[in-house]
């Protein structure tokens, strides 16, 4: 099992910056969970559907959703089994919970996510 957990969420103003944090635990989690398995960012606004925003794979390619494109960076500290979300130049139309998940052995497993709010 994989244990994520979310944090680094708040209310911000439009233009400024928030990094989000994922830290793993768990017996299958493994020293690097997020640099050794694709791992991606969500988010889900209030009654919209969850989209995804950022990913990472095992041998490094990212890949972001067309809108946060040049804003997000997605990366991992595999010392300390963390995942990140640095968000920059954040827009109103940003605002949602943010959750993050990993793929382990065919397993897929989610956090329980951390509010992002940004104001006009």
């Known amino acids: 099992q994989v244990q994520l957990v979310e944090s680094g969420g708040g209310l911000v103003q439009a233009g400024e910056s928030l990094r989000l944090s994922c830290g793993a635990s768990?017996?299958?989690?493994?020293?690097?969970?997020?640099?050794?398995?694709?791992a991606k960012w969500y988010r889900q606004a209030p009654g919209k559907q969850r989209e995804w925003v950022a990913l990472?794979?095992?041998?490094?390619?990212?890949n972001y959703r067309e809108s946060v494109k040049g804003r997000f960076t997605i990366s991992a500290d595999s010392t300390s089994n963390t995942m990140y979300l640095q968000m920059n130049n954040l827009k109103p139309e940003d605002t949602a919970t943010y959750y993050c998940?990993?793929?382990?052995?065919?397993?897929?497993?989610w956090g329980p996510g951390t509010q992002v709010s940004v104001s006009a």
């Open positions: 768990g017996t299958a989690s493994s020293p690097n969970v997020f640099t050794a398995n694709t």
């Open positions: 990472m794979t095992p041998h490094g390619p990212t």
């Open positions: 998940n990993v793929e382990v052995h065919m397993k897929t497993f």
